[in-house]
């Protein structure tokens, strides 16, 4: 396992079915670095620790025998999103669907000034990535919002 002394900030902890999977997947969408993990006798995961950039994710599988029988794991969509901040939006987009993640919002150049879209990884979370725009961009971009609800001066 790696130094707990380097984990700063809040760290999102995974729950999926099929940990390892999810494992395979991230380093191949996210380029993640796999620092650990801790396997149960039955060959699912209790704890995985995973580096992301410069981000510590903790990953385990379910396990709704200890959950009072409640799985704990996205059937559906999870409402919460991951967010990256990263050189290339689109290309890491490109990089995540490439591993078998879903686009759920193409890159499109936002009106606040970044490059921005969205992926659902096949375990059921979502991942937003972005870049900042250059300011030729950011213009355009604002005023194409600003086109679009109306607000236009």
């Given amino acids: 396992m790696a130094d707990k002394t380097e984990y700063k900030g809040i760290i999102p902890h995974l729950v999926v079915k099929g940990a390892a999977a999810a494992i395979d997947f991230y380093k191949a969408a996210l ?18 620790t995973l ?6 994710m903790f990953l385990c599988d379910d396990f709704p025998e200890h959950c009072g029988g409640v799985a704990r794991a996205p059937a559906g969509p999870s409402p919460v999103t991951l967010h990256l901040c990263v050189p290339n939006c689109d290309a890491a987009i490109a990089r995540a669907a490439a591993a078998g993640a879903t686009v759920t919002m193409p890159p499109i150049d936002a009106f606040w000034g970044d490059r921005y879209g969205q992926v659902r990884d096949p375990f059921g979370h979502a991942w937003s990535f972005t870049h900042p725009l250059s300011e030729e961009a950011k213009k355009a971009a604002e005023k194409a919002w600003a086109e679009h609800s109306g607000r236009a001066a």
């Fill in 31 to 48: 380029g993640a670095t796999e620092l650990g993990r801790v396997p149960t006798e039955d060959g699912r995961l209790m704890h995985a």
């Fill in 51 to 56: 580096k992301i950039g410069e981000s510590v």
